[in-house]
């Protein structure tokens, strides 16, 4: 799951947030108190200022743009969070607080599937009283039209693609928008009887498969409201909320959806009379307006400036959670870049890096997180401490007699030229690189950095041909897990068959077949303990090859307003506030 980043420089970062932890007085937002209704991480503790009464504006602060307010082209966290509102699926994550929303529960369907043909065949049946915002019925020919949009890459690019790799792992599909049939449903993996019945055919066993259909990509799209790249700007909704204007960069509008029927949600309560996005592209400015109380929730989820929390935790810590995430900050290597075709180049970036200096760009342990030693983030079963460049040895200083050695094993002994994108609209993914940049010239390495615009990303380094053209041979960027287990993190990451020629994640291009077997090999498996053995050597593997370096376990300090209702920290969100579940006092 793609996420952004959001800090600034600041010189001892952790030790600075790490005594206002120690020593701020509660603020506004209510007592540090064990289960008080709010206060200091009452939204990690539990549900903070439980609530039922519906009213008020709910308002959402953001820096960054949606990738995409299409269901299916989505893979930024807080958009796959913020859909809720207005896009259903089969069945969704329960609105429950920490690991207990990882729980996979009904949503349009009546039950979770009912699993045969040696668990290839997944079948759903609708619900009643589920409609479109135009009032009419919900139907299986929907969700089938719905999923099958992501088969149109060259119209609907950027989502995750496991439900073409797990229905059509051939390719054979073309999408509806070149589909031959009739009625545009063409598909053979999904089937639709009648109008409540959907049946899935996988071409072979997934045990991970209904959370793929939990995702955004499984959202129903209704045919004649499909308008292909443009449905970004005006999705048809399914859920409690709809759009009721849009202005791209500047702000999102959802009123209520007066045909939706609390009967026919289970999960979703509906709290707010409308909902809010402002986007602003200064970042102080963002937390300045949080803690006057203009704003209710930073929408990216990725934690205050350094000047932001300071003021918070001094002033206001009874507004502030501090939540660990399930996200991974690191660098890709563009393995199609030369030098970055030898191991021994790559890991002399490695031993090279200076890890602390990068950490504390994030906001140090405290605010931005833990070393990284390798890619798996400890929620995903198969994660361990495997360290294979002694980056906590070391104290995750530089190794510029190891980096030396290897830039002679490279043909390098003099050191060599690169370039490394970063977000420019997310500072911290810039002040990162600058780290990195300054580090990596004590080992005779000179790095450019290459801000890009968040929004033009997938264009970017998305595209391994833009990647090779411009000669990019580092991507720094961060990634959360799709789903809680190693599929869900590392596949779209590592697995040499989801490389895309367009909204492409797997940055190094890193087909092994040792490491495709290996998720072949988990997939199979029944026992998630038993796939987590798998995927600990898959991991062990990527951490050899050196195609990727992690440098931070996130955790962040995020801003609660007091008039919010509701709040509580979802495991199924990657740490993020439920957003469907969030209510205001009026």
């Not at 007592?31 to 008080?36: F, K, P």
């Not at 290597?333 to 994030?362: E, M, W």
């Not at 790095?447 to 090779?468: C, D, F, H, R, Y």
Request: proline share 6%; glycine share 10%; net charge positive.
């Amino acid at each position: 799951m793609k996420q952004l980043s959001r800090s600034r420089r600041i010189a001892g970062a952790a030790a600075v947030v790490g005594a206002l932890l120690a020593t701020a007085a509660c603020g506004g937002g209510g007592s540090d108190d064990e289960g008080s209704g709010a206060g200091f991480n009452a939204a990690v503790k539990g549900v903070a200022t439980k609530s039922a009464k519906k009213g008020g504006t709910l308002k959402f602060v953001n820096k960054q743009e949606f990738d995409s307010l299409d269901p299916q082209r989505q893979y930024y966290g807080f958009a796959w969070d913020f859909s809720r509102f207005y896009a259903r699926q089969l069945i969704s994550y329960a609105p429950k607080p920490g690991n207990a929303a990882n729980e996979l529960v009904p949503d349009l369907a009546t039950s979770t599937a009912k699993i045969s043909n040696g668990g290839k065949t997944y079948t759903y049946t609708l619900r009643d009283g589920i409609t479109w915002e135009d009032g009419s019925p919900i139907t299986a020919q929907d969700v089938k039209y719905g999923i099958e949009r992501i088969w149109a890459k060259d119209v609907v690019s950027g989502g995750p693609g496991y439900l073409r790799q797990v229905l059509d792992p051939k390719g054979e599909y073309k999408g509806p928008y070149k589909d031959k049939s009739k009625d545009k449903l063409g598909l053979k993996g999904i089937q639709t009887p009648d109008a409540k019945t959907v049946v899935f055919n996988l071409a072979k066993p997934n045990g991970d498969f209904e959370q793929m259909l939990a995702m955004p990509t499984g959202s129903p799209v209704k045919a004649d409201k499909d308008t292909g790249a443009k449905y970004t700007n005006r999705p048809f909704s399914s859920g409690p909320y709809k759009v009721q204007s849009y202005t791209p960069g500047k702000s999102l509008s959802l009123v209520r959806n007066t045909a939706w029927k609390k009967a026919s949600d289970p999960i979703r309560p509906a709290l707010p009379d409308k909902i809010t996005v402002t986007f602003n592209s200064n970042l102080e400015a963002i937390d300045r307006l949080l803690i006057k109380g203009d704003y209710d929730v930073f929408l990216s989820a990725t934690g205050m400036t350094p000047s932001g929390r300071n003021d918070a935790l001094k002033q206001h810590k009874g507004n502030v959670d501090n939540i660990t995430t399930s996200f991974v900050r690191y660098v890709d290597f563009t393995t199609k870049v030369k030098p970055f075709d030898n191991i021994h180049c790559r890991k002399a970036v490695v031993y090279g890096t200076d890890y602390k200096s990068l950490q504390t760009t994030r906001g140090g342990p405290q605010a931005g997180g833990d070393l990284a030693t390798n890619m798996l983030p400890k929620s995903v079963k198969g994660a361990d401490n495997y360290d294979p460049y002694g980056v906590l040895k070391r104290g995750g200083k530089a190794d510029p007699a190891k980096a030396k050695d290897e830039l002679k094993q490279c043909g390098k002994p003099n050191g060599f030229s690169t370039s490394i994108v970063a977000r420019n609209d997310q500072p911290a993914e810039v002040d990162a690189a600058e780290a990195l940049q300054a580090s990596l010239k004590k080992v005779g390495i000179t790095l450019n950095v290459e801000p890009i615009q968040g929004s033009t990303s997938a264009s970017i380094t998305g595209s391994p041909a833009v990647m090779k053209k411009r000669g990019y041979g580092l991507s720094m960027t961060g990634w959360g897990p799709d789903f809680p287990t190693g599929q869900g993190f590392s596949q779209p990451l590592i697995d040499g068959r989801f490389i895309e020629q367009t909204g492409n994640y797997n940055v190094s291009e890193t087909n092994d077949p040792e490491i495709n077997k290996y998720f072949d090999d988990a997939l199979k498996e029944t026992d998630p303990n038993k796939a987590g053995e798998i995927y600990q050597k898959m991991n062990h593997k990527v951490s050899d090859l050196a195609v990727q370096m992690p440098f931070i376990y996130e955790k962040n300090i995020t801003w609660r307003s007091s008039r919010l209702t509701n709040a509580f920290s979802s495991a199924a969100y990657n740490g993020r506030y439920d957003y469907s579940q969030l209510g205001v006092v009026k």
